[in-house]
Each structure stands twice: as C-alpha cells, then as structure tokens.
C-alpha cells in the first residue's frame, strides 16, 4: 500500500494582518478600582455620546441609595469595624481543611 510522504507537502499557516482582537472582547475593568482607566472609559463614552450625561436612570432606579447598608469612607473609624481576627481554633480549623484538600 502507497503512503504519502507529509514532509514534501507544503503547510500554509494563516497569519493575521491586522492587530485587532479576532474574538469577542471585555471590557478593561480590573479587580480593584482604577480611577483613570474609570475616568479615561468616560471621556470615551461621552465622546463616542455625549447625551449619556443626560440619561436618566431607568423607571423604578432609585436616585440616591440610602440605608444603613450604604457606607462612605468618612464612616469608618478604625480598622476593627471592617476587619474580623481569627482566633487559634479558627486558623487551626481552615489550616486542616487546606491540607485535607492538598
């Protein structure tokens, strides 16, 4: 039975002309807050369309949040209001389940 030899046969691979993504896209919003990409993202959006300042919220959304759940920096105090310490039977705890899982 006749094979073919693969070595002699020529192999075209595409390669891309353009720098554009080929996929779909995210957008660049990171984990953390980052004020200039937040500020350079809505420089954008009001160039690309400036009557978004002038959007109103939508039916039922409320115009300002308010209730013991909305927070701004000046309310806290120290840091004992937000961060929770974890006594030795605590630690002891989440160490054994991470071996566990190893």
Request: negative net charge; glycine residues 4%; proline residues 12%.
């Amino acid at each position: 039975t006749p094979t073919a030899d693969l070595t002699e046969q020529p192999i075209t691979i595409p390669i891309p002309t353009t720098s554009e993504p080929t996929g779909p896209t995210h957008p660049d919003i990171g984990y953390y807050p980052d004020e200039k990409k937040w500020l350079d993202r809505t420089a954008r959006r009001l160039r690309e369309n400036p009557s978004l300042i002038d959007t109103e919220l939508p039916p039922g959304f409320p115009k300002k949040l308010d209730s013991e759940l909305v927070w701004e920096g000046k309310d806290w105090k120290s840091e004992e209001q937000w961060v929770y310490e974890l006594n030795e039977e605590e630690l002891k705890e989440i160490d054994s389940a991470v071996r566990h899982f190893r």
